[in-house]
């Protein structure tokens, strides 16, 4: 389908419907995986990095996907890096619409700061890739792709295995209790309780003629599906407004397509902090974050026209560069846990936004030319 032949306002209709089928479909992922992670017995690490990432992941899947098919290599790609930046963006606009404080400081378990770690080694690998060039191994299929998925796989085995090891221990906690989640261990513990005990909840309210898992499943693969499908259509109608409106590839794929496809991580990461799951709420956003640059191999899968890393702009370089300085701005928050706000903002998060902004300025007005 040539979505070229729609007028710009019909393209930019089909771009908001797909948008909203990823916003309600993506909630009821989320909603399922939990119920998958919860009856199979998956560590709360393991289940959000893998099981909820993938999830809610799965819209950049489809629309990196169908922007490589398409030949648009810098919609795929900043698709992918944009979309780490907004999401880490989108978590400090959470920070000021529902904490009462700063959200790192109520986020006491030493597993973030190893997933912001390995965050910023992947998209710092990333950068490289882009700098350098790649060379095809696999047909046109490059190096630097496989090397990000195998980093994504080990990211999951280290976060899954850390968790599970009692290193680090908060020495205090917030003291208004209405304000703060429940005191926790290095692993989480008593908030992967919390939420094992909503997931039973969920299961047994759930309970009719067929098995929780099975229910849950079959949910899961249908809501899969209309995520899919929206994907496709927000990278089409995308590519189709670029050519329409103007704009690069580059900036569309950075702020309009990534804004799009995270809504899933939109809706999960403000429905953990409603439940006063503030250490899932970031851990949803890094564990996403590192799949969302180890989409780069099935992009460069679909992209026959060679590695895909050699055909990006400087827009790609610029927006992962941006996704590390807001990594380390979160990590900096969370090593120092100090409650300190700013119009009812934590330092940290009104650091990421101001970050955010200067970066969508410098893209927007000279980041289009090659790498």
Do not use: C
């Not at 930019?12 to 199979?40: E, F, S, Y």
């Not at 017995?41 to 990095?49: I, N, P, Y």
């Not at 169908?66 to 979309?83: H, I």
């Not at 005990?197 to 599906?225: M, V, W």
């Amino acid at each position: 389908m040539d979505f070229t032949q729609f007028p710009l306002w019909g393209n930019a209709l089909l771009l908001a419907g797909a948008g909203v089928v990823v916003w309600l479909a993506g909630g009821r992922l989320a909603r399922n995986a939990d119920r998958i992670g919860a009856a199979t017995g998956m560590s709360e690490a393991l289940a959000g990095a893998l099981l909820l990432g993938v999830a809610t992941s799965l819209p950049e899947i489809a629309t990196t996907v169908s922007a490589g098919m398409l030949g648009n290599a810098s919609l795929a790609v900043n698709n992918l890096f944009g979309g780490v930046a907004m999401q880490l963006a989108v978590l400090a606009i959470i920070d000021f619409w529902l904490v009462k404080g700063a959200l790192t400081y109520f986020s006491p378990d030493s597993t973030l700061l190893l997933g912001g770690v390995l965050l910023i080694l992947q998209v710092g690998v990333s950068i490289v890739a882009v700098a350098i060039g790649d060379v095809a191994v696999l047909g046109h299929v490059g190096a630097w792709p496989f090397l990000l998925g195998g980093l994504y796989v080990a990211s999951l085995y280290f976060m899954n295995r850390y968790a599970k090891r009692d290193v680090w221990t908060p020495s205090s906690l917030p003291d208004d209790e209405s304000d703060s989640p429940p005191a926790t261990s290095a692993n989480g513990s008593a908030e992967r309780g919390s939420t094992e005990r909503d997931s039973t909840e969920r299961d047994s309210a759930g309970e009719g003629a067929e098995p929780p898992l099975f229910s849950a499943g079959l949910q899961f693969s249908l809501a899969a599906a209309l995520v899919l499908v929206g994907g496709w259509v927000v990278a089409s109608a995308s590519d189709a407004l670029s050519a329409q409106t103007g704009l690069s590839g580059g900036f569309v794929g950075a702020t309009l397509v990534a804004l799009t496809t995270s809504l899933p991580e939109i809706s999960t990461t403000a429905g953990a902090v409603r439940a006063g799951n503030y250490t899932m709420a970031i851990a949803n956003i890094f564990g996403t974050n590192t799949l969302e640059i180890a989409l780069l191999l099935p992009s460069d899968l679909t992209y026959t026209a060679g590695p895909i890393v050699d055909a990006v702009d400087n827009a790609a370089l610029m927006t992962a560069g941006l996704s590390v300085v807001l990594t380390a701005i979160y990590l900096w928050g969370l090593l120092e846990r100090r409650n300190r706000t700013v119009l009812n903002l934590g330092v940290d998060s009104a650091g990421v936004l101001a970050a955010y902004a200067v970066g969508l300025v410098l893209l927007y007005f000279g980041a289009d030319s090659p790498a």
